[in-house]
């Protein structure tokens, strides 16, 4: 596993975001990141309502908030995305709480 300094830039659903990196030496990437281990609701079909009220929560948590990402060697899912869990930074919550717990705890997805 790897973990790396951000800066959420948007986010997609739920269960993901798009996330700019920072490497080291002033170099940054932007990576879409799929949050590991949890599923939230999707923002089409029967499931719109929850989706949007999960894609909503999230963005409250993190868009335009540093962030520590934790990666995991896997480098993505089928769609190309990036597995990790993303912990808030500098802010005032527990440093072991990552938001992927914080999206389950609120009911917003599920393991």
């Known amino acids: ?13 739920g269960d993901t975001c798009v996330v700019e990196v920072e490497l080291g030496f ?6 879409v990141v799929r949050l590991r281990g949890i599923n939230a609701p999707e923002l089409r079909g029967e499931t719109r309502e929850a989706g949007l ?8 948590l993190v868009e335009g908030k540093e962030v520590q990402l934790m990666t995991f060697k896997n480098p993505g899912d089928k769609y190309g995305r990036w597995l990790g869990v993303l912990y808030l930074w500098g802010q005032n919550t527990p440093a072991d709480t990552s938001v ?5 705890e609120a009911k917003h997805a599920i393991p």
């Open 53 to 60: 009220a999960a894609r909503d929560f999230l963005v409250s």
């Open 26 to 31: 002033h170099i940054t990437t932007t990576l």
């Open 1 to 13: 596993m790897y973990t790396y300094r951000g800066i959420v830039k948007r986010v997609i659903d």
């Open 100 to 104: 992927n717990d914080r999206m389950i």
